[in-house]
């Protein structure tokens, strides 16, 4: 079974530049997290999707911040302008149906460094 | 606002070892409690879960215990291996949301 795939690995922006990180989730996952994970601190939910509809996305800063997740399968998170404290690594997860205790599959990350 | 606690500093244990990590919490009342292992450059991978009304869990070399009225979780690794070096994560949920903590880097000695 393939994991969730998520890319770049890696980007490397200047301060209000726009950047945009792709994830495609477990085939037949219904739920879909974005994660912002600053170096030394664990993941922060972002925003969670369940299919194409968002369950939560209270800690989304949406003055810079967007996602999308057509046709409830993959999924962009854009960040425009992106600040110095934006820099972090960007984690996306999915899980069967997004139930009460249900496992989290997390993919590689996204890098990002903001200069 | 919910707190939730791992040892920041790094764990370094000997080879064989049993290592013990610690997750605790305030401000929050969990229904279940899961624990992760993230590698550098990776995602976090899930290994255990416990619910509020268990107090141990165990799979394999591994063994969590829920303590809700201390609130405190403790993750424990026997015969610990090099290769269990990594970041320990522990995630508070309730409902469908989950809460991570800071982790914990754990170092095995050979």
């Known amino acids: 079974e393939a994991g969730v795939a998520q890319s770049p690995r890696y980007k490397i922006i200047e301060k209000r530049q726009s950047v945009a990180f792709w994830c495609n989730p477990i085939s037949g996952h219904a739920t879909l997290y974005w994660y912002q994970q600053i170096l030394g601190q664990g993941p922060k939910l972002l925003i969670q999707?369940?299919?194409?509809?968002?369950?939560?996305d209270s800690q989304l800063p949406k003055d810079r911040f967007s996602a999308e997740r057509l046709k409830g399968v993959d999924s962009t998170l854009k960040i425009q302008p992106a600040k110095l404290e934006d820099s972090a690594v960007y984690l996306c997860?999915?899980?069967?149906?997004?139930?009460?205790?249900?496992?989290?599959?997390f993919g590689p990350g996204t890098r990002l460094l903001v200069l | 606002s919910q707190k939730i606690e791992q040892n920041s500093e790094a764990l370094n244990i000997q080879e064989g070892k049993t290592a013990t990590l610690t997750c605790n919490y305030t401000?929050?009342?969990?229904?279940?409690l899961q624990w992760y292992r993230q590698d550098p450059g990776r995602g976090p991978v899930f290994l255990l879960l416990?619910?509020?009304?268990?107090k141990e869990k165990r799979k394999e070399r591994l063994k969590v215990t829920f303590d809700t009225t201390l609130k405190q979780s403790l993750f424990h690794i026997t015969a610990s291996q090099p290769a269990d070096s990594a970041t320990y994560l522990c995630?508070?949920?309730?409902?469908?949301?989950?809460?991570f903590g800071t982790g914990t880097k754990l170092q095995v000695i050979p």
């Open positions: 995630a508070l949920g309730r409902y469908q949301k989950v809460t």
């Open positions: 416990i619910r509020e009304n268990e």
């Open positions: 999707f369940q299919n194409n509809g968002v369950v939560d």
């Open positions: 997860a999915s899980s069967l149906k997004g139930e009460y205790q249900e496992t989290q599959y």
């Open positions: 401000n929050y009342s969990p229904a279940y």
